[in-house]
């Protein structure tokens, strides 16, 4: 077993998630995928729930981590802005597949509420960071600042949803390029 096994179970359950969601989430396969043993999977995390709230909960930390970074190393704010859609569009250039949270945020009624908790902070963060990048940008005031937020981060997730279901990356691009024309997106 490697020394970085849990690395390795939660590098391979985002994946996992990416493509099936929590209902993919399997501990045999996954210590297949991964080289061990599936008791191993369970010494890591005792539950399934335990592993897709360890998921949730990296993934999220990860999106915060990026977006923070992205906000720093871009000329300004708007650009910052406008890069934002990458972050989904990578999901999706990696096989199709969607962003975590989003997917099991469609499986919600069927999430322990510890998993459901993490999933909601990815909305949170990303709502957060959206508005206060809106506001730095001075694309809104503070009254505006959350709902287009809230319609930026929602748009986004649906793009990516229609064009996973089609598995056309060039649909995601469209979309994001109309949020652009029409607005919603500063440009």
Known sequence: MSANAREDILAA????????GYAGLNFRDLAEQVGI?????????PSKADLAAAVAKRYWEDSAAYLESLLKNSRGPREALRRYPETFRWALENDNRICLCSFMSAQFDDLPDVVKTEVQAFADVNIAWLKKTLLAAKVVGPREAEKR????????????LMARSRADIAIYDSVIESYCTVGLLPV
């Open 37 to 45: 043993k599936a008791a191993s999977v369970y010494y890591h995390f």
């Open 13 to 20: 359950a985002k994946l996992v998630a990416q493509a099936h």
């Open 149 to 160: 937020a809230r319609a930026i981060y929602s748009g986004i997730v649906g793009a990516q």
